[in-house]
């Protein structure tokens, strides 16, 4: 079975200041995983994955992830955050069935002025 | 329209209401989804549809009652709902895991949901 943990609900983070996300998953197979991004009252939208190859990814508006297999964690980083930021980022992890995909419960993101 | 719409936006409805929940995709997919987003809950993976069959049921109560009539259109239909039952409502679709062959990739794209109260 897969899970996935974001031990943060919340952050709070004063603009330009550094982000970091964290999230740890548990799996038995080979995984993949993801970042979503949702803003207020939008769906969820992809940030960047993790399918093979480096273990560094990056993504849109200037986010990265790092896969740590040892850690069994992909923690979501952003060097300098901005006020439109604020949002809730999911972590998810996805087995050899793509078609299931299991999320964390999220964590709010603060960008603060 | 483009991507994945949801209609309604927000529904309240009484315990003894039928409802129902739209989703339409315009990406070209074969797989849609639905799922239950609770306050500070993880998502919850409600109904896979893939290739217009289900494929998944994570064991749902049987008063949400899913329809896929085509690979375009999902469907759920609501039925003496329970105040508990109260969240956003999320479809997505993507390319069904068969339709890509072994190791292939295939991301979900989100609607913006429908916010359900139950009163």
């Known amino acids: 079975a897969q899970s996935v943990t974001q031990l943060d609900s919340q952050v709070p983070v004063f603009e330009e200041a550094p982000v970091e996300l964290r999230c740890n998953y548990s799996s038995s197979v080979s995984v993949y995983l993801f970042w979503y991004v949702q803003y207020p009252n939008q769906g969820l939208q992809l940030l960047l994955k993790?399918?093979?190859?480096?273990?560094l990814v990056k993504g849109i508006n200037g986010f990265e992830a790092e896969f740590n297999k040892s850690q069994t964690s992909f923690h979501l980083r952003k060097p300098s955050v901005h006020i439109s930021d604020t949002a809730e980022y999911f972590c998810a992890v996805s087995g050899n069935n793509f078609n299931k995909f299991y999320f964390g419960s999220g964590t709010k993101l603060n960008v603060k002025p | 329209e483009t991507g994945v719409t949801q209609t309604p936006r927000h529904l309240v409805m009484g315990m003894t209401n039928k409802k129902s929940l739209k989703c339409e995709q315009h990406l070209g997919h074969n797989a849609m989804y639905w799922y239950k987003q609770s306050a500070k809950k993880p998502l919850e993976l409600m109904f896979v549809?893939?290739?217009?069959?289900?494929?998944e049921n994570n064991s749902v109560p049987s008063r949400f009652s899913p329809e896929c009539p085509n690979s375009s259109h999902l469907f759920l239909h609501l039925h003496t709902l329970q105040p508990e039952d109260s969240a956003l409502y999320l479809c997505?679709?993507?390319?069904?895991?068969?339709?890509?062959?072994?190791?292939?990739?295939?991301?979900?794209?989100f609607g913006p949901g429908t916010r359900l109260t139950v009163l």
């Open positions: 993790y399918l093979s190859g480096s273990t």
């Open positions: 549809y893939s290739l217009e069959e289900r494929v």
């Open positions: 997505a679709s993507s390319l069904s895991a068969a339709s890509g062959g072994p190791g292939s990739y295939n991301e979900q794209f």
